[in-house]
């Protein structure tokens, strides 16, 4: 063994031990405060963490109403403006309209219609916002919202795009056309905004409360609620001379140990599964999306999938029925027969004719502490009671699987 090598293995140990010990007290940190209520949070105790429509679209278009309930008038508004770069002056307070969430804009053709999340205008201009919270993108939804607002605002509007992370919509919702719109998420533009909204209702105990209980929630969804003080001691080990050659040679073999870990963890477990069911597996995390799916011998095109539309990462993971080859044109599950599964959340589409649904928030998304439920196994339980709860309910209902 050469002398760096062995250099760099003694401080990869040393670096462990440290990194150990200060996961451990940053652990009973968390523990202390959860014990004197610091996570208490309104929104999660009544259940409404993810919900789109009723929580997020709703409260961030109340902040955004200058004639909103807050008090705070346009304010909330202005902020919002400046914090997404625009003047403060595009959008006349004294002239919005109250028809500000889940604004229909008629039937959805393959350029028009379609529901529009948040929209803020006074008659000249407006900005129209796509919320996007664990939804997946529809065909041509920013198309149709782009020509709504190209027709009903000539004078300008802005259309945007908000996600939890910031990544950019899906070609099948942006159509054909060359359009402008924006990208903002919750992690970064939102929290930045929850805070000055925080300052500005300063001299109101209760809507500034009621914003901090909001802004938590945010960065809990977001995964952004990693104690800083602790993230500074990690990037500090991280920096120290003696630490960077390790941690570099460590970046080396990143991805190599995320996919030892799903297969060690997560995909040969549900091999497994499969296999002790009599189902067969498959997996493909090569190019476009990436997951693995389950199946019947006798199923010829369809499938039981835990999925994501990013493509080597554990992201946006949700499970669902669709297809593992391109259904022939007389071989498809037809939209007649679309049901939606009781087990799952979300309605049918023509790539999840039986319906689809997110992992819990906790595991969907790659977050510094998923890696120990992981380990633990939390994840794959989770998965596989899905899966067989789906098994179950497409048996019983005797549903076809072409």
């Known amino acids: 063994m050469s002398q760096r090598i062995k ?6 140990q040393n670096l462990f031990s440290d990194i150990t010990k200060l996961y451990r007290v940053q652990k009973e940190t968390e523990q202390l405060k959860r014990e004197r209520g610091d996570y208490f949070n309104i929104f999660n105790t009544i259940d409404l963490r993810c919900e789109e429509v009723r929580l997020h679209s ?5 902040l955004l109403n200058p004639r909103g309930s807050h008090g705070c008038s346009y304010l909330f508004l202005s902020s919002f403006l400046r914090m997404i770069g625009i003047s403060d002056e595009y959008i006349n307070p004294n002239r919005c309209s109250l028809d500000i969430k889940e604004r229909v804009i008629g039937a959805v053709t393959a350029t028009e219609g379609g529901r529009i999340d948040i929209i803020i205008e006074d008659g000249k201009h407006a900005i129209i916002i796509e919320n996007k919270i664990n939804a997946g993108d529809q065909t041509n939804q920013m198309l149709r919202y782009h020509n ?8 300008g509007f802005e259309l945007i795009y908000l996600t939890l992370d910031g990544h950019e919509p899906a070609e099948c919702s942006l159509g054909i056309g060359d359009y402008d719109y924006r990208v903002i998420s919750y992690e970064k533009e939102i929290i930045r905004w929850l805070n000055e909204c925080y300052e500005i209702a300063k001299d109101n105990t209760l809507v500034q409360s009621v914003v901090a209980q909001y802004r938590e929630l945010v960065k809990q969804i977001t995964h952004t609620g990693m104690d800083a003080k602790y993230k500074e001691q990690l990037k500090k080990m991280a920096l120290a001379p003696e630490n960077v050659l390790a941690v570099g040679e460590l970046l080396k073999i990143q991805g190599e ?32 999306a990436s997951g693995a799916w389950i199946y019947k011998p006798e199923w010829e095109y369809y499938a039981l999938f835990i999925w994501t539309g990013r493509r080597g990462k554990w992201g946006k993971m949700y499970v669902g029925v669709s297809w593992y080859e391109e259904p022939n044109r007389n071989n498809k599950i037809f939209k007649k027969d679309y049901t939606q599964l009781n087990c799952l959340d979300c309605e049918p589409c023509d790539g999840w004719p039986y319906g689809y649904e997110y992992l819990h928030p906790d595991i969907q998304d790659w977050t510094y502490n998923i890696t120990n439920r992981i380990v633990q196994g939390d994840v794959f339980r989770y998965i596989k009671i899905k899966f067989e709860e789906m098994l179950e309910e497409i048996e019983k209902r005797k549903l076809p699987m072409y």
């Open 7 to 12: 250099y760099i293995l003694e401080n990869l």
């Open 148 to 155: 709504y607002g190209h027709k009903q605002f000539p004078k």
């Open 257 to 288: 140990w995320f996919e030892s870990l799903l297969k060690e963890y997560i995909w040969g477990p549900l091999e497994n599964f499969a296999t002790s069911k009599g189902l067969k597996f498959d997996i493909d995390c090569s190019y476009g």
């Open 58 to 62: 709703a409260f961030i278009a109340e």
